[in-house]
């Protein structure tokens, strides 16, 4: 015989409410989480030695677009900030910044990709979008850009880079990826390439029949002589090294090829070039390469190094020549200089490699024992 019994079931009742509570909290408490887990190798001090690291990033916002990285490229700003050698780096620290991978989520407001596109993710992530820096398209000169890793010691939140799963990222500063274009050789290009693609545009260098010149025959002049041929220029790699000669000229497509040791050939070369591309990131003698420039020829530097430039005064008053610094482009024209790779079918000659060879890849980067960029394979090999 059935008995009902109003206290038990008032008890029983209370303890179900009580439990609905509780799921309803923890669903509402995750539902209003502003982070979510991620994985990848970090540095942690000046050693500059990476290990696996468990980190947090933001959850996809109403702007954001989250991207599962595939490959990510090893730049040498990368070896130079895991090793602080510009004496400013903030650890632990996951660095990348020539990123690819697929979209995974979009925010409610991203119109400008879907799941199952193909993007990249540069050096930028973020700029404060009012400057006139800004305004321009030229987020790369914005005082307020936000870098995609964070290097300066801050109080705010920290950003870490593409040695890593997963990426969120605004839809602005997002680049598309053409479909069926290598994600592995197109990821140093939002690097290495745009460096070299942005001052060749805006100084002219761009025009069929230029005589171009590219110094420094390494992730960045490769990728200078690539586009360089591309817009028909006649191209002249000038290096220190003669064992590069026959790289340069029967892979990559130089014209022309010039020791800069030999005086002889640098003597002959005086005055023919429109235009250099100066990619060696370390002190050399400038003089050298302003006399190797027509009238109105123009060096520009796209090689950070920390010593004072030496410029010689006379050759260039003379010549009416210019010396010019250049670094990434903006976003718009990273879309552009994307679009033109895929079109000339321009990739990064590269090197793919496992996550955990990433320190071998360091200390042979640190030798220039590569031809031409480290690219890390993190969707089949970032294991947790």
């Not at 400057?131 to 936000?146: F, V």
């Not at 870098?147 to 801050?154: A, H, K, V």
Request: hydrophobic share 40%; charged share 20%; aromatic share 8%.
């Amino acid at each position: 015989m059935f008995i009902f019994n109003l206290s038990r079931f008032g008890s029983f009742l209370a303890l179900l409410l009580s439990w609905v509570r509780k799921l309803m909290a923890e669903s509402s408490e995750r539902s209003s989480s502003t982070t979510q887990e991620a994985f990848g190798w970090a540095a942690r001090d000046a050693s500059g030695i990476l290990s696996p690291f468990h980190f947090t990033r933001r959850v996809t916002g109403e702007e954001d677009v989250r991207l599962k990285v595939l490959y990510c490229g090893v730049c040498h700003t990368d070896l130079h900030t895991a090793r602080n050698d510009f004496g400013f780096s903030s650890y632990p620290i996951v660095l990348g910044h020539e990123i690819t991978g697929v979209v995974t989520e979009v925010g409610s407001n991203v119109r400008k990709f879907k799941v199952g596109d193909t993007v990249g993710v540069g050096c930028l992530v973020d700029s404060c979008r009012t400057c006139e820096n800004c305004k321009a398209d030229l987020e790369s000169y914005c005082p307020g850009q936000e870098l995609t890793y964070t290097i300066f010691p801050t109080d705010g939140p920290v950003n870490h880079g593409g040695f890593s799963d997963v990426m969120v990222v605004n839809q602005d500063f997002v680049v598309g990826i053409p479909d069926k274009f290598p994600l592995d050789g197109a990821a140093p290009l939002l690097c290495a390439g745009i460096t070299v693609y942005s001052p060749m545009r805006y100084f002219g260098l761009d025009r069929p029949g230029t005589r171009l010149g590219v110094v420094g025959l390494g992730g960045l002049g490769h990728a200078a002589v690539k586009f360089g041929k591309a817009f028909g220029a006649n191209v002249t790699v000038i290096s220190t090294s003669p064992s590069k000669e026959k790289e340069a000229l029967q892979r990559l497509g130089a014209d022309s090829f010039l020791v800069s040791r030999n005086p002889d050939q640098m003597q002959a070369a005086v005055g023919t070039l429109d235009g250099i591309i100066d990619t060696v990131a370390a002190s050399h003698d400038l003089s050298q390469l302003i006399d190797l420039l027509k009238t109105n020829g123009k060096l520009v530097i796209v090689g950070a190094f920390l010593e004072p430039w030496q410029l010689p005064a006379i050759p260039m008053l003379n010549g009416r020549k210019l010396v010019a610094g250049s670094q990434i482009g903006g976003i718009k024209e990273t879309h552009e200089m994307m679009n033109f790779a895929a079109e000339h079918n321009i990739t990064a000659d590269v090197e793919v490699i496992p996550m955990d060879y990433i320190n071998t890849a360091m200390e042979r980067l640190a030798k220039g024992d590569v031809k031409y960029r480290f690219v890390i394979d993190v969707g089949n090999t970032l294991m947790k």
